[in-house]
Each structure stands twice: as structure tokens, then as C-alpha cells.
């Protein structure tokens, strides 16, 4: 009795805290998005990306939550976030670059509502 009782309460916990198990946990397919397609100003925080900054904004290079789950679901921490900078505004307006800490970049150009996987 106490086994089975083991066994359902682990496949209950795999199901709701391993990423890519159970209910509505796969991420659909992240489009792709070349280097040389991007906007000037994302080749340009790639670029800061790639030397460590200095960072123009201050919250570049903060923890990226997924609340939206938009991306592979990964440890908290795994993901940054970097302004990519949109001329004639005076705030970070909406547009980002998300870094994986497996090298893996994307770009959202509406406060993540969507992404596109960045291809070199």
C-alpha cells in the first residue's frame, strides 16, 4: 500500500514540476529570426551581449522569468533579459533579447507576447 501510495505521489510531482511533463507544458515551436533580419539596435545589443556590456539600461542582464511559458521551460535563473533600445522613446520601450545560459538568444518585439529564436 505505502509503494503505490510513493508512486502516485511521485508521478503527481513529475507531472507538475518537471519542465516539459504533464498538462499544457510543452512549448509550441519558437519561430526563427537570422542575425542580419533583426533590427539595427538588437545586432547592436547582441553585440553588448557578446562583451558583457557596459549595459545602457539598468535592469539589462536581470533574471527572465517565463511567467508567460513562451519559452523552454528551465530553472529560474536561466534566462536574462537585455533591452534592445527603440529610437524615439524615452523609456525601454517593448523590444528585448532573452538569453539561455546555453547560448541560446531570443528576440520579443512586444513585451514578450511572442519570440523568435535568433539564428546566427
Not at 508521478?11 to 507544458?25: N, Q, S, T
Not at 529560474?76 to 524615452?90: A, I, M, N, Q, S
Amino acid at each position: 500500500m505505502w509503494a503505490r501510495l510513493v508512486a502516485v505521489l511521485l508521478a503527481l510531482f513529475v507531472v507538475l514540476f518537471v519542465p516539459g511533463v504533464g498538462f499544457g507544458r510543452e512549448v509550441a515551436p519558437i519561430p526563427e529570426i537570422a542575425v542580419a533580419e533583426l533590427p539595427a539596435e538588437a545586432r547592436e545589443t547582441l553585440q553588448l551581449i557578446g562583451r558583457g556590456g557596459p549595459f545602457p539600461y539598468e535592469r539589462d542582464g536581470t533574471v527572465f522569468g517565463n511567467f508567460e511559458k513562451l519559452l523552454p521551460l528551465r530553472e529560474r535563473g536561466y534566462y536574462r533579459e537585455y533591452t534592445v533600445r527603440t529610437p524615439g522613446l524615452k523609456h525601454r520601450g517593448a523590444r528585448r533579447i532573452v538569453a539561455g545560459n546555453a547560448g541560446e538568444l531570443y528576440y520579443t518585439d512586444d513585451h514578450y507576447r511572442s519570440f523568435r529564436r535568433v539564428r546566427e
